[in-house]
T-cell receptor, first 120, second 113 residues
Framework: DARVTQTPRHKVTEMGQEVTMRCQPI?????VFWYRQTMMQGLELLAYFRNRAPLDDSGMPKDRFSAEMPDATLATLKIQPSEPRDSAVYFCASGPAGTGPVRVNTGELFFGEGSRLTVL | AQSVAQPEDQVNVAEGNPLTVKCTYSVSGNPYLFWYVQYPNRGLQFLLKYITGDNLVKGSYGFEAEFNKSQTSFHLKKPSALVSDSALYFCAVRVDSSYKLIFGSGTRLLVRP
């Protein structure tokens, strides 16, 4: 049963520490998204990759957040330095390449279980 | 700008009764619309989508949604609710050809026995 795998599931850290969250997308999927979920803001799109290339990270605070895909099986989201306001659940999602001559992806995403981050 | 609105924070319904979770959208061009469900401490799961064609879309777990272009709505429905349907439901719209999904604020569905 193919699924998106995220680690760690839970992370408690102190303000100022570096946090790295990892995601293994479903094999063969070529789009990867990072979302952040909080009670106040709901689901926010942080970054988006297609074929490992970053296409949009406009939702991400650039001064402290960075997202990368070092290879097709790994996506990372790093926060340095972390702040209490970063406390949230971070979700990774992947999507298939799509079908047809232009390989249009109709938008169905597969989400991981999330990484719950608490910054004290 | 593309957006979706879910006007109800919570919907309460008795088991066995029909349920409706509302969603309205604002897009330029043809909308790609989605419903996802989130159970406690879990990631979102895809329920159904509207791309084109029949306005009534059927999805997982007996859910369906009706696309209404004139009212710019995409309400989620189920003829007979189950207690196990209690969860957080998100409506989403795809943004252009970028494959990005913009989610609504979510509606908590509570089905009482």
């Amino acid at each position: 049963d193919a699924r998106v795998t995220q680690t760690p599931r839970h992370k408690v850290t102190e303000m100022g520490q570096e946090v790295t969250m990892r995601c293994q997308p479903i094999l063969g999927h070529n789009t990867v998204f990072w979302y952040r979920q909080t009670m106040m803001q709901g689901l926010e799109l942080l970054a988006y990759f297609r074929n490992r290339a970053p296409l949009d990270d406009s939702g991400m605070p650039k001064d402290r957040f960075s997202a990368e895909m070092p290879d097709a099986t790994l996506a990372t989201l790093k926060i340095q330095p972390s702040e209490p306001r970063d406390s949230a659940v971070y979700f990774c999602a992947s999507g298939p390449a799509g079908t047809g001559p232009v390989r249009v992806n109709t938008g169905e995403l597969f989400f991981g279980e999330g990484s719950r981050l608490t910054v004290l | 700008a593309q957006s979706v609105a879910q006007p109800e924070d919570q919907v309460n319904v008795a088991e066995g009764n029909p349920l409706t979770v509302k969603c309205t959208y604002s897009v330029s061009g043809n909308p790609y619309l989605f419903w996802y469900v989130q159970y406690p401490n879990r990631g979102l799961q895809f329920l159904l989508k509207y791309i084109t064609g029949d306005n009534l879309v059927k999805g997982s777990y007996g859910f369906e949604a009706e696309f209404n272009k004139s009212q710019t709505s995409f309400h989620l429905k189920k003829p007979s609710a189950l207690v196990s349907d209690s969860a957080l439901y998100f409506c989403a719209v795809r943004v252009d050809s970028s494959y990005k999904l913009i989610f609504g604020s979510g509606t908590r569905l509570l089905v009482r026995p």
